[in-house]
């Protein structure tokens, strides 16, 4: 099955659950895990950052019970994933690459595999992550179920999955794919390509809570953190080809709310769940919907008010125009 639901509506929750009343079910029922390092369920994830969010998600429910759920995600030693999977345990969190890795080396196998669940689904048009997924999916038995969970479910993704499984069923909320309720959305007009002055203004602004930057490229996240710097202003970064320690710490900083503003690309587009983000400001606006629906899902969650500030040139009138019937 595919749930396709809004950001932050609770779609972790609509997997985990599940899945822990299953294991449960085959305990109770006397069929218990015996095989080392061969989960019943497995959740592929496309980061690191999201496989912890929702490895603490497991655990959170599972303090009194004797569900063992274990990680092995990219970014960490090979060692440190070694010896997560020692022992018996029912639930594994992984990264495709870093899983792919282990079945190579027989230090996991997923031939007792009850339930695969795909979170952030719509990655699957990646070429990479297709190509490992294919072979992660041959390791799996063919009576497995497989849920594949998203916030967008282009046609390319609908047309993919449906090649690759049969009898697939699509389950959508009323608001899937539109922008989130509580959010309130306001355009400035970047006159000149000065973007920078208005979001100096945009930060001098009090706010409760923090706020996520976001721009399309590594090469203008850099420029952006240059002139942040320069203004002294109180911020971290997190995006890619940045050294891993580094970007976890950022992270963290921000999660604990230490640092109120995080300037990132994409990679904090997807997953992220920090409570206190009040506002998104699209520095630069991506190309497409779905990342777009993606960036300002960050804030406006679980019932939540928040507000997205989108620096807008005539270049944006297209996705301008697409996000305004999807509000």
Avoid at 37 to 62: D, I, Y
Avoid at 92 to 107: C, F, K, N, Y
Wanted: aromatic share 4%; with cysteine; glycine share 8%.
């Amino acid at each position: 099955m595919v749930g396709i639901a809004e950001t932050g509506s609770g779609k972790t929750l609509a997997y985990v659950l599940p899945v822990l009343h299953l294991l449960k079910s085959m305990e109770n029922d006397g069929n218990k895990v015996t095989d080392e390092g061969s989960p019943r369920a497995l959740v592929l994830v496309p980061s690191r950052e999201l496989g912890e969010q929702v490895s603490k998600v497991f655990k959170l429910l599972t303090h009194d019970t004797r569900v063992r759920v274990r990680s092995v995600l990219g970014g960490t030693a090979l060692a440190v994933a070694k010896e997560n999977v020692k022992g018996c345990i029912e639930v594994l969190v992984a990264t495709p690459g870093r899983l792919e890795q282990m079945i190579g080396r027989r230090q996991v196998s997923l031939e007792d595999l009850q339930i695969l669940v795909i979170d952030e689904a719509d990655v699957m048009v990646d070429p990479g992550f297709l190509e490992v997924a294919e072979k992660i999916l041959g390791a799996c038995p063919e009576t497995m179920q497989v849920a594949l969970f998203s916030a967008t479910f282009s046609a390319d993704v609908q047309k993919l999955v449906s090649e690759m499984f049969e009898g697939i069923e699509i389950l959508r909320t009323k608001r899937s794919e539109r922008v989130p309720l509580g959010l309130k959305t306001e355009n400035m007009n970047v006159v000149d390509g000065k973007r920078w002055p208005l979001l100096k203004k945009i930060l001098t602004e009090e706010r409760k809570g923090s706020i996520l930057i976001f721009t399309n490229t590594r090469e203008q996240c850099d420029v952006l953190a240059e002139l942040m710097q320069k203004d002294g202003l109180d911020f971290v970064v997190y995006r890619g080809e940045m050294d891993k320690v580094e970007r976890r710490k950022n992270l963290n900083e921000f999660r604990d709310g230490i640092i109120k503003i995080l300037l990132s690309t994409d990679l904090a587009s997807r997953g992220l769940d920090v409570e206190h983000v009040d506002c998104v400001i699209n520095y630069h606006m991506p190309a497409h919907l779905e990342n777009y629906l993606h960036r300002v899902g960050r804030t406006a969650r679980a019932g939540r008010t928040g507000i997205a500030i989108n620096l807008i040139t005539e270049r944006d009138a297209e996705i301008v125009s697409l996000i305004q019937r999807f509000e």
